[in-house]
């Protein structure tokens, strides 16, 4: 049986270190700028396919700032720019983490919970790719 989800890894850590699997086929990543204090959400779906592919859905902004303006088709709703991005990457995602800012909130239908929680940063940057895990068959 195959599980669709990301595989979630240290870019510095190269590739003789093994990713950590996390299944979960819609996920919601959100952050809040380290600057302007202003809330950003993506939400995404891994894509069933050889290889899966990662799909950007849909995103949102809690207002607006420097550098964060939300796109020219974003709708106001409820104090969110909501839009549907336009861009995406299907082989997945490089995210930069410090140690000086708020880490990645990874969220599921299950509540959000810290991407540290998943996989600790070493300050750098942490590769997101979508990936599928064979499980073992059942004895």
Known sequence: MALLGVCLAIAAA????APVFVPSERFTLAWTHSIEKVRWEEDYAVVPGAPPTLKALSARIRGSAAGMEPPADAVLRNGWYEYTPTTWSPDGLRLTRSAYTADYDWC???GCVPLGSLLPSDGDITL???CVQTAAPLR
């Open 128 to 130: 997101l790719t979508p």
């Open 14 to 17: 190269g590739p003789a270190t």
């Open 108 to 110: 599921t239908a299950a």
